[in-house]
């Protein structure tokens, strides 16, 4: 799991994969659309692609990269327990201002 951590705290990275969300997409135009040189975003899709974030295939002349979804998934439900403490902590919020009394005259 501190992996997945540690290749999701590079921006530049996470920018890949959502780029990668919609469609996949050969590195050229990642390349354009992240505005860094193609040498940069090629190491980036090593360290993607060695965590198993993405995977490419050879298109011709042009490797063309896709998002793989596992190792988001554990990211997913490593996160489940803290969702769940939030939406408890927000119901108690909602509770409590429905608990208070409206003001009449509107102000504060």
């Known amino acids: 799991m501190s992996i997945a951590f540690e290749v999701l705290a590079e921006p530049t990275r996470r920018r890949i994969l959502d ?4 469609a996949e997409r ?3 135009e990642l390349v354009q659309q992240l505005a860094v040189s193609q040498p940069a975003v090629s190491k980036h899709l090593k ?6 974030f993405v995977e490419a295939r050879v298109d011709a002349q042009r ?3 896709r998002l793989c979804p596992e190792p ?5 439900a490593w996160l489940t327990p803290y969702r769940a403490m939030w939406a408890e902590r927000l119901d108690l919020l909602e509770a409590h201002l429905d608990s208070m009394p409206d ?3 509107g102000g504060p």
Do not use: I, S
Not at 19 to 22: A, E, K, Q, R, S
Not at 47 to 52: I, N, Q, Y
Not at 72 to 76: P, Q
């Open 19 to 22: 780029l990668l969300l919609d």
């Open 26 to 28: 050969p590195v050229g």
């Open 47 to 52: 360290v993607l692609r060695d965590a198993g």
């Open 63 to 65: 490797r063309v990269y």
């Open 72 to 76: 988001l998934r554990e990211v997913d």
């Open 103 to 105: 003001d009449p005259t």
